[in-house]
């Protein structure tokens, strides 16, 4: 309902209490502006708990670390659309290209909330309004050594409740191979920018993500990734695996879980991640289940395209 929604906007944005999209605010007592810069936007790292920075998994998880166009072919094309809680959704696309020693990608992301419904100081509906988050990002990939990539995206935000407002940001990462198992990675997100609605300006919520991925056999993956918000949030971890399945010839189904204590006061399943997803020659189809305790289930469906191999 209109009523409920609006509640759940008001806890979202506008007061202290423990949110389902951000990291344990009842400890921490502040919500960071823009907190849509936290979600998640792939189904295969979060059905991992949200362990996927150092995962090279082409441009579909750039928004965790930039770096991760390490992994990218020749072209690829990525889309999600999120069931939110509370009739929220989430969409994010893009558009990634190898040309050898650089690799370019474009991103675009939005969250929309419907309509909810306005009222005076006296408690009349004076009419409706639909806030929106959106984001255009633009990410430049290269191997700064033999070994290690970097990766650094610009990005255009702009938030939208009764008022706009608007700001750049950026990402940048690093990723390295320790050896033919495993991944070390470093990020920062949302460095700069701040947001002003009337009077009052915040800044975005940065952060710095340490990950590592390993895989001890080729059909099974394990992850881990220390999110530490550069705020007075507190910092939270993720951690999850993989175990992929060959159906057919050029036909894998992987099978995910994970857990993140990104959200401890939510009760009930909150922070234990489950997904799969199937991969039949360059496309790959990922879902993922997120629940948020009271609040409700999230329901996450990417797919990657790849081409021009």
């Known amino acids: 309902s209109g009523v409920s929604k609006g509640i759940f906007f008001l806890l979202f944005f506008l007061t202290p209490l423990p949110s389902p999209l951000t990291p344990s605010l009842l400890w921490a007592g502040t919500l960071p502006t823009a907190d849509f810069l936290n979600l998640q936007w792939d189904a295969r790292p979060l059905g991992m708990g949200e362990a996927g920075s150092a995962l090279d998994n082409g441009g579909s998880t750039l928004y965790l670390n930039p770096a991760s166009l390490r992994g990218l072919g020749k072209q690829e094309l990525f889309f999600t659309h999120a069931m939110l809680v509370q009739g929220i959704a989430m969409d994010y696309a893009g558009y990634a290209v190898n040309l050898g020693k650089r690799k370019f990608a474009v991103s675009y992301a939005a969250l929309t909330y419907g309509s909810i419904e306005q009222t005076d100081l006296a408690g009349n509906t004076v009419g409706q309004f639909s806030p929106r988050d959106e984001l255009l990002g633009l990410t430049y990939g290269s191997r700064l050594a033999r070994k290690l990539d970097f990766g650094v ?3 255009y935000v702009q938030s939208k409740i009764t008022q706009k407002a608007e700001t750049w940001t950026m990402d940048a990462g690093l990723m390295r191979p320790i050896n033919g198992k495993t991944n070390a990675s470093v990020s920062v997100t949302n460095l700069g920018g701040s947001l ?3 009077a009052k300006e915040e800044n975005l919520p940065a952060k710095m993500i340490i990950g590592a991925a390993h895989r001890p056999h080729e059909s099974f993956l394990i992850a881990a990734d220390l999110y530490y918000p550069l705020t007075d949030l507190a910092p939270y971890l993720g951690l999850g695996s993989e ?17 993140n204590s990104k959200t401890p006061d939510l009760g009930g399943l909150a922070g234990i991640n489950l997904g799969f997803g199937l991969k039949m020659n360059s496309v790959a189809v990922n879902y993922a289940y997120d629940p948020f305790g009271d609040f409700g289930d999230a329901h996450l469906f990417s797919m990657t395209y790849g081409f021009g191999q």
Request: aromatic fraction near 8%.
């Open 153 to 155: 995206t610009a990005k």
């Open 196 to 198: 002003k609605y009337i």
């Open 243 to 259: 175990y992929i399945v060959v159906v057919k010839e050029n036909m894998k189904l992987g099978i995910r879980g994970g857990l």
